[in-house]
T-cell receptor
């Protein structure tokens, strides 16, 4: 079945460091890919998404490119801030009516000043 | 603009007691609705989804049930809670039927079963 695999955390960085959180997927067909962020004590917020191969999603300095050849959707940010500390979830959607997201287990990011 | 509400925000219940969590969406019609659970140290697991009033699909066998009595209301219930039901419950909605549609999440309910 379809699945999403994220790198294990926690990831601990200093402010202004470069961030990469790896995400790979297994899917039949052509899924849409998402990154969601969960700040402490809150629900999930969409960070960015890409709906077809080679699309790049971007938001708040974060970027991820839909790579079909490597089945990956790695999240990157050039310079992280303390306020980026959160749990990041990679997810895919099977692009079928009424289907839900399939999430990775989440990666905790902690940024210190 | 669309908003999604969940309540209560936190809940502590004894084992064997009933449960009712409510989710409502404003500002849209005929949304797809979802219940997810996030257990401690684990990722999100889809519990139920609904594409219309009275239409519920269950993703995993469990001690919980869901109902959709109105277009923008989604309720998660249990007759007798188990310890393993503890977790963070998230409701979400999406507009349209395509999987490319973004899902928007509510603030969640943290349930502790003692």
């Amino acid at each position: 079945g379809n699945s999403v695999t994220q790198m294990e955390g926690p990831v601990t960085l200093s402010e202004e460091a470069f961030l990469t959180i790896n995400c790979t997927y297994t899917a039949t067909g052509y899924p849409s890919l998402f990154w969601y962020v969960q700040y402490p004590g809150e629900g999930l917020q969409l960070l960015l998404k890409a709906t077809k191969a080679d699309d790049k999603g971007s938001n708040k300095g974060f970027e991820a490119t839909y790579r079909k050849e490597t089945t990956s959707f790695h999240l990157e940010k050039g310079s992280v801030q303390v306020s980026d500390s959160a749990v990041y979830f990679c997810a895919l959607s099977e692009n079928q009516a009424g289907t839900a997201l399939i999430f990775g287990k989440g990666t905790t990011l902690s940024v210190s000043s | 603009s669309q908003t999604i509400h969940q309540w209560p925000a936190t809940l502590v219940q004894p084992v064997g007691s009933p449960l009712s969590l409510e989710c409502t969406v404003e500002g849209t019609s005929n949304p797809n609705l979802y219940w997810y659970r996030q257990a401690a140290g684990r990722g999100l697991q889809l519990l139920f989804y609904s594409v219309g009033i009275g239409q519920i699909s269950s993703e995993v066998p469990q001690n919980l049930s869901a109902s959709r009595p109105q277009d923008r209301q989604f309720i998660l219930s249990s007759k007798k809670l188990l310890l393993s039901d503890s977790g963070f419950y998230l409701c979400a909605w999406s507009v349209g039927l395509a999987g490319t549609d973004t899902q928007y999440f509510g603030p969640g309910t943290r349930l502790t079963v003692l």
